[in-house]
């Protein structure tokens, strides 16, 4: 017996010392990608935000459809440019069993000179695991399952073949979207729109990377933003 208690000892000593070890280096990286964080955000002319974040939660969620209260915010920075507010942000979903990030590197426009209805714009080529008739059966229904619960529906444009095999848009007033989405806009949307999910609600517009695996790089944020301008000047 007294043998034993030594090994036990020293197996409890080194389960504790792995749990700190993980715990010091997973701290680090987390400070590491704020760190990181801040430093694109400088390069490309972003300042921290310096007031409390919860108005900016409520307002976010709501382009996203999202309730505030499964939402964490963090590692927001702000710009201001020709009475157009831009923001950089993270949002984490913690109302699963498992949190994840929902938008890890996100662009926010606030506009006093857009006035959208609420809807979603993506690329189908970004989001199909497959190609064929199976998934072009198959995807609408994921899509239609992922939007049952936000009272959004898929707007279809008939008269736009090639828009309608290649990218997907969802809102709530059909009509409305309809109406904004013109032949021409819809042309210039579907060039920024591959590799990135658009979300936009009245003086907001959003955009997220769809693949999220990896942080951004500071040129994939900057084209981000990029993208975030140019479909602001179509829809504005």
């Known amino acids: 017996?007294?043998?034993?208690?030594?090994?036990?000892?020293?197996?409890?000593?080194?389960?504790?010392?792995?749990?700190?070890?993980?715990?010091?280096?997973?701290?680090?990286?987390?400070?590491?990608?704020?760190?990181?964080?801040?430093?694109?955000?400088?390069?490309?002319?972003?300042?921290?935000?310096?007031?409390?974040?919860d108005h900016?939660?409520?307002?976010?969620?709501?382009?996203?459809?999202?309730?505030?209260?499964?939402?964490?915010?963090?590692?927001?920075f702000y710009r201001e440019r020709g009475g157009v507010d831009t923001y950089l942000f993270a949002l984490r979903d913690i109302n699963?069993?498992?949190?994840f990030w929902f938008a890890d590197d996100g662009v926010m426009i606030v506009s006093q000179n857009l006035a959208l209805p609420r809807f979603v714009l993506f690329s189908r080529v970004d989001t199909l695991l497959a190609s064929g008739r199976f998934m072009d059966?198959?995807?609408?229904?994921?899509?239609?399952?992922?939007?049952?619960?936000?009272?959004?529906k898929i707007v279809r444009f008939p008269e736009s073949a090639w828009f309608e095999k290649n990218m997907m848009v969802t809102a709530e007033d059909e009509d409305a979207v309809r109406k904004l989405l013109t032949p021409v806009r819809r042309s210039k949307l579907a060039q920024y729109a591959v590799g990135h999910e658009f979300f936009a609600s009245g003086d907001m517009l959003a955009v997220r990377r769809i693949s999220q695996s990896?942080?951004?790089?500071?040129?994939?944020?900057?084209?981000?933003?990029?993208?975030?301008?140019m479909v602001y000047e179509i829809l504005y």
């Open 56 to 76: 900016l939660l409520r307002r976010f969620s709501q382009v996203f459809n999202r309730s505030a209260l499964r939402l964490e915010m963090e590692n927001v």
């Open 96 to 99: 699963n069993s498992e949190a």
């Open 214 to 229: 990896q942080p951004a790089t500071l040129d994939q944020l900057r084209q981000q933003i990029h993208k975030a301008f």
């Open 137 to 152: 059966r198959v995807f609408p229904r994921a899509v239609l399952w992922r939007i049952g619960r936000t009272g959004q």
């Open 1 to 53: 017996m007294e043998s034993e208690f030594p090994l036990i000892m020293y197996g409890i000593m080194l389960l504790i010392f792995l749990l700190a070890g993980s715990l010091f280096f997973g701290v680090r990286i987390v400070r590491r990608t704020s760190q990181d964080k801040k430093e694109q955000a400088q390069i490309l002319g972003f300042e921290p935000y310096q007031q409390p974040t």
